[in-house]
């Protein structure tokens, strides 16, 4: 499968600790700042179609949890590790150069 990369903004416009809703190439996706560290997830719970960026980030577990009935989700392998949900949310990949950050998904 092949992947494109687009720059989704800069680092600034994640906050650390929190979660924010991109539309890159007609994908919704949850870009996630814990510290220095970046993660790209599907944005919407497959429990219900429900914002996850609108969620809860759990930075010591790595994980973002669904506002709407608490499915938690990891940032690393988008499995869920909590009910209701129990398929997983796609993951992309995200790389920072300078302040700049891009999101790879698949063409």
């Avoid at 992947?3 to 903004?9: F, K």
């Avoid at 220095?36 to 919407?44: K, R």
């Avoid at 949900?85 to 995200?94: E, G, L, R, S």
Wanted: hydrophobic content about 35%; aromatic content about 6%.
């Amino acid at each position: 499968m092949d992947v494109a990369e687009h720059r989704i903004g800069s680092v600034a416009d994640v906050p650390d600790g929190g979660a924010r809703q991109f539309v890159v190439d007609g994908h919704k996706v949850a870009v996630v700042r814990i510290d220095d560290d970046f993660y790209a997830i599907g944005d919407t719970c497959t429990h219900q179609n429900i914002s996850l960026s609108e969620g809860e980030v759990h930075t010591d577990t790595r994980e973002i949890e669904c506002w709407k009935h608490g499915s938690t989700f990891s940032l690393v392998t988008g499995a869920p590790d909590s009910l209701p949900a129990t398929q997983p949310v796609p993951v992309f990949t995200v790389r920072r150069d300078g302040d700049d950050l891009y999101v790879g998904v698949p063409e």
